[in-house]
């Protein structure tokens, strides 16, 4: 009974995070516009880039003119997945819009809503914006937390090439 | 001592209880925190606001220096 305690204890407190090597979990997310549903899953065989990502959280807002010119480098092989845990869906379209009207570039990537926060917690995500380098099999391949700038872009570059 | 089954159950429910106040359970995780980053929950959401009463205070508090790393606060700048 004390070992069996004893491991129940150890079993509830301890909280397995996700790390590099782990299979990425799976998700189903509707679009920003609520029109259209993605899942993980159906993007199997790319190398794929979950980020997640707020209007209110100045990093993201930093990052994301970059993730555009990102995708937009890529035409086949490699996608960006932003997901947005806004409360609300029109707060993070507005940031895009204004991000489109900056860059001159149409929103490249997918970009989905997680009111829920579901995708983040089963990412166990540890700051904002944190995102997930996956390759063709669904492995996580890197973890980035914070955001991402010019430089860090060329770096991730390199390894997207070497997934691809 | 013997542990008695209630003893066992007790225990049992404590572990339960306890881990509800888990960090997971307790802390706003880092994608929770949109009205914590509202600019209105700013402790000074004015920023030039906050310069200015910042200096009518000094002036009132007849001192000036203590707030930054190099000046004293004696009031001789």
């Known amino acids: 009974m004390k070992t069996l305690l004893l491991f129940l204890a150890l079993g509830l407190t301890l909280n397995a995070g996700i790390s590099e090597g782990d299979k990425a979990p799976n998700f189903t997310l509707k679009t920003l516009d609520g029109k259209n549903s993605h899942t993980l899953q159906s993007l199997k065989g790319d190398v794929v880039l979950v980020n997640l990502w707020a209007s209110w959280c100045k990093g993201?807002?930093?990052?994301?003119?970059?993730?555009?010119?990102?995708?937009?480098?890529?035409?086949?092989?490699?996608?960006?997945?932003?997901?947005?845990?806004?409360?609300?869906?029109?707060?993070?379209?507005?940031?895009l819009n204004s991000v489109e009207k900056k860059t001159g570039i149409k929103t490249p990537f997918i970009t989905l809503h997680d009111a829920k926060k579901s995708v983040a917690k089963s990412y166990h995500c540890a700051a904002m914006p944190s995102s997930y380098l996956i390759d063709?099999?669904?492995?996580?391949?890197?973890?980035i937390v914070g955001s991402l700038d010019a430089s860090d872009i060329k770096q991730l570059k390199v390894e997207i090439n070497k997934l691809k | 001592m013997k542990i008695t089954l209630f003893m066992q159950l007790v225990l049992l429910a404590l572990i339960l209880l306890f881990n509800g106040c888990s960090e997971k359970l307790v802390r706003v995780m880092p994608y929770e925190k949109e009205h914590f980053a509202d600019p209105k929950m700013s402790l000074s959401p004015l920023a030039e606001r906050a310069e200015h009463e910042g200096h009518i205070f000094l002036i009132r508090e007849a001192s000036a220096g203590g707030d930054s790393a190099y000046q004293g606060g004696c009031g001789c700048r």
Do not use: R
């Open chain 1, 60 to 95: 993201c807002k930093k990052e994301m003119p970059e993730f555009f010119e990102l995708q937009k480098s890529y035409k086949k092989g490699f996608k960006i997945v932003t997901v947005s845990v806004d409360d609300t869906a029109t707060k993070s379209q507005k940031f």
């Open chain 1, 136 to 143: 063709k099999n669904g492995v996580i391949k890197q973890i």
